[in-house]
């Protein structure tokens, strides 16, 4: 059987990694990650009891076998969202505008207490 025609998923931030899929001449699927042409570790299943097996190929594979390397996993996403970095043109005119809006109140409320205490008596 040919392998399926998929197109390999990359792992990871980097995109370095892939996992390509595999199918042997039983109809067995896997999948082989691998970087650039070079096999890292053989993802497969034993057919009998669907038992998941993961083959490291290389000495440079880490297995971990505790559930903390999946909550780990699951939260590198969620505790440091990507964060869009702002251009220096865009914070120096927002930085201005904020200067501009809070001279406005500044003047308007001087304006208005002058205006109040001379209607008021208070200053002449």
């Given at each position: 059987?040919?392998?399926p025609?998929?197109?390999?998923?990359?792992l990871?931030?980097?995109?370095?990694?892939e996992?390509?899929p595999?199918a042997?001449?039983?109809?067995?699927?896997?999948?082989?990650?691998?970087?650039?042409?070079q096999?890292?570790?053989?993802?497969?299943?034993e057919?009998?009891?669907?038992?998941l097996?993961?083959?490291?190929?290389?000495?440079?594979?880490?297995?971990?076998?505790?559930?903390d390397?999946?909550?780990?996993?699951?939260?590198?996403?969620?505790?440091?969202?990507?964060?869009p970095?702002?251009?220096?043109?865009?914070?120096a005119a927002g930085?201005v505008?904020?200067?501009?809006?809070?001279?406005?109140?500044?003047?308007?409320?001087?304006?208005?207490?002058?205006?109040?205490?001379?209607s008021?008596?208070?200053?002449?």
């Amino acid at each position: 059987m040919e392998p399926p025609d998929l197109p390999p998923l990359p792992l990871g931030r980097a995109g370095r990694l892939e996992a390509a899929p595999l199918a042997n001449s039983n109809g067995d699927h896997a999948v082989l990650i691998r970087q650039a042409d070079q096999p890292r570790a053989l993802l497969t299943a034993e057919t009998r009891e669907d038992r998941l097996v993961l083959i490291p190929l290389d000495d440079r594979s880490e297995l971990r076998v505790d559930g903390d390397a999946l909550a780990i996993w699951l939260t590198q996403g969620s505790l440091r969202p990507e964060r869009p970095s702002l251009a220096g043109w865009a914070t120096a005119a927002g930085m201005v505008l904020l200067l501009v809006v809070v001279g406005f109140a500044i003047l308007g409320s001087l304006t208005f207490f002058d205006w109040l205490f001379r209607s008021l008596g208070v200053i002449r």
